[in-house]
């Protein structure tokens, strides 16, 4: 009896010591990023930005551009693709277009993204400086993604804050009318312009990052889409008089991969390197991500030469 006393003992000593532990169940992956040991250092406060420019490489965010050129006069379809294109030539577009909806996702992808820096970042004990640059450059990204959205669809949902689970599961979210959304994209632009600094300010290697006139070239897009002339031309007479871009000798060569951030760039989205001669493995899903040369005329890629 008395050796059953002590090992019950024993037990007990045990399952009290170790209720002492409030984490002994609780394990920190080691080789995710948790949610719960981030957004502390400005490293976090950096790569989460980062992230969403990297939403922007998707194909079915920007890599598409081919699309965009046939639904207008400037572009027909030919041969290849065929499914593709034709269903994105008018009147051909439904709403179960299938690279509408994967246009639609991408964009909105980089959106939250933009809405988690920008809810994150301010509670953050970083340098002001950084925190502020790097809450300009989300307003800046998710005012161009949802610049794109309203270009390409009309009347979209906007949310500048990310919706809960309950929401997000609706079966239909609300759709705001485009001029909200266009006002907040104006929105988003003109505070980011007040606190991005100008390209010079950028180490070399932070080029590539949303700078002030990267804002206020697309709140001049923005202002020509929408017929207000006059505010395009004033914004773009201030990227013009700060003389901080210059023409590219060469207009072939501007588009090429090997020019990025050229003296003629005010924002581009920088690309990934692949081998040469393209790997067969190579997918289309590195549209724009990929840098390569076409071998079977002028297609998805752009050649070197």
Same mark, same amino acid.
């Given at each position: 009896?008395?050796?059953?006393?002590?090992?019950?003992? +024993?037990?007990?000593?045990?399952?009290?010591?170790?209720?002492?532990?409030?984490?002994?169940?609780?394990?920190?992956?080691?080789?995710?990023?948790?949610?719960?040991?981030?957004?502390?250092?400005?490293?976090?406060?950096?790569?989460?930005?980062?992230?969403?420019?990297?939403?922007?490489?998707?194909?079915?965010?920007?890599?598409?551009?081919?699309?965009?050129?046939?639904?207008?006069?400037?572009?027909?379809?030919?041969?290849?693709?065929?499914?593709?294109?034709?269903?994105?030539?008018?009147?051909?577009?439904?709403?179960?277009?299938?690279?509408?909806?994967?246009?639609?996702?991408?964009?909105?992808?980089?959106?939250?993204?933009?809405?988690?820096?920008?809810?994150?970042?301010? +509670?953050?004990?970083?340098?002001?400086?950084?925190?502020?640059?790097?809450?300009?450059?989300?307003?800046?990204?998710?005012?161009?993604? *949802?610049?794109?959205?309203?270009?390409?669809?009309?009347?979209?949902?906007?949310?500048?804050?990310?919706?809960?689970?309950?929401?997000?599961?609706?079966?239909?979210?609300?759709?705001?009318?485009?001029?909200?959304?266009?006002?907040?994209?104006?929105?988003?632009?003109?505070?980011?312009?007040?606190?991005?600094?100008?390209?010079?300010? *950028?180490?070399?290697?932070?080029?590539?990052?949303?700078?002030?006139?990267?804002?206020?070239?697309?709140?001049?897009?923005?202002?020509?889409?929408?017929?207000?002339?006059?505010?395009?031309?004033?914004?773009?007479?201030?990227?013009?008089?700060?003389?901080? *871009?210059?023409?590219?000798?060469? *207009?072939?060569?501007?588009?090429?991969?090997?020019?990025?951030?050229?003296?003629?760039?005010?924002?581009?989205?920088?690309?990934?390197?692949?081998?040469?001669?393209?790997?067969?493995?190579?997918?289309?899903?590195?549209?724009?991500?990929?840098?390569?040369?076409?071998?079977? +005329?002028?297609?998805?890629?752009?050649?070197?030469?």
């Amino acid at each position: 009896m008395k050796k059953i006393k002590h090992i019950l003992s +024993g037990l007990c000593l045990m399952l009290a010591t170790t209720a002492c532990e409030k984490d002994f169940l609780e394990t920190v992956s080691s080789n995710q990023i948790a949610e719960k040991t981030f957004w502390k250092t400005e490293q976090d406060a950096t790569q989460a930005v980062n992230g969403i420019y990297n939403a922007l490489l998707h194909e079915d965010s920007f890599g598409m551009f081919m699309f965009n050129d046939i639904l207008t006069p400037i572009a027909a379809h030919t041969q290849g693709q065929g499914n593709y294109t034709n269903a994105l030539t008018f009147p051909n577009v439904s709403t179960t277009n299938d690279l509408a909806a994967r246009r639609w996702r991408a964009l909105y992808r980089g959106i939250y993204r933009a809405n988690l820096a920008l809810e994150r970042i301010p +509670g953050m004990s970083i340098n002001e400086n950084i925190k502020s640059r790097l809450m300009g450059e989300a307003k800046f990204l998710r005012a161009l993604n *949802y610049f794109y959205l309203v270009q390409f669809f009309g009347d979209v949902p906007l949310y500048t804050t990310n919706p809960g689970i309950e929401e997000a599961q609706m079966p239909q979210m609300t759709r705001t009318p485009a001029a909200e959304v266009k006002a907040q994209v104006y929105k988003d632009l003109e505070e980011a312009y007040d606190v991005l600094p100008v390209p010079v300010a *950028y180490a070399k290697a932070d080029a590539g990052r949303a700078t002030k006139y990267a804002a206020l070239a697309l709140k001049g897009r923005a202002q020509l889409y929408d017929e207000n002339f006059s505010g395009a031309a004033q914004s773009f007479k201030e990227i013009i008089d700060s003389k901080a *871009y210059t023409l590219f000798p060469d *207009y072939f060569g501007l588009f090429n991969y090997r020019n990025e951030n050229n003296s003629e760039v005010i924002f581009d989205i920088s690309t990934a390197t692949y081998p040469v001669p393209v790997p067969a493995t190579c997918s289309s899903g590195i549209w724009v991500a990929g840098k390569h040369p076409v071998t079977a +005329g002028l297609g998805w890629r752009q050649p070197l030469t």
